[in-house]
Nanobody, 121 residues
Framework: QVQLQESGPGLVKPSQTLSLTCTVS??????????WSWIRQFPGKGLEWMGA??YSGHTYYNPSLVSRTSISRDTSKNQFTLQPEDTAVYYC??????????????????WGQGTQVTVSS
């Protein structure tokens, strides 16, 4: 059973560069066809897919966020990371994309519990 756990700073100053980390257990982030995403939720809003890194290391980004989003991974630690810039709850999620990449939040089989990031000076 794949499990995901987000970790990182709860409070970030504007223009400060810090990372959120999603630690994966119960499976390898390099395992064939797995697709590892970051999804966020603004207060009172729906879920927004930010981007993903798949098993091969290839990255995909929401076109509206591509200039502001960077996702990377550390296969030795079985982790993938995001540098958040906005106040929101951030989730990592995963699904097996063998028969197609997930296109909606309901497509994801595995989720972290979410972590609040607040950007404030």
């Amino acid at each position: 059973q794949v499990q995901l756990q987000e970790s990182g700073p709860g409070l970030v100053k504007p223009s400060q560069t810090l990372s959120l980390t999603c630690t994966v257990s119960g499976g390898s982030i390099s395992a064939n066809y797995y697709y590892w995403s970051w999804i966020r939720q603004f207060p009172g809003k729906g879920l927004e897919w930010m981007g993903a890194i798949e098993y091969s290391g290839h990255t995909y980004y929401n076109p509206s966020l591509v200039s502001r989003t960077s996702i990377s991974r550390d296969t030795s630690k079985n982790q993938f990371t995001l540098q958040p810039e906005d106040t929101a709850v951030y989730y990592c999620a995963a699904d097996n994309s063998r028969f197609g990449r997930p296109t909606a939040s309901g497509d994801y089989e595995y989720w972290g519990q979410g972590t609040q990031v607040t950007v404030s000076s």
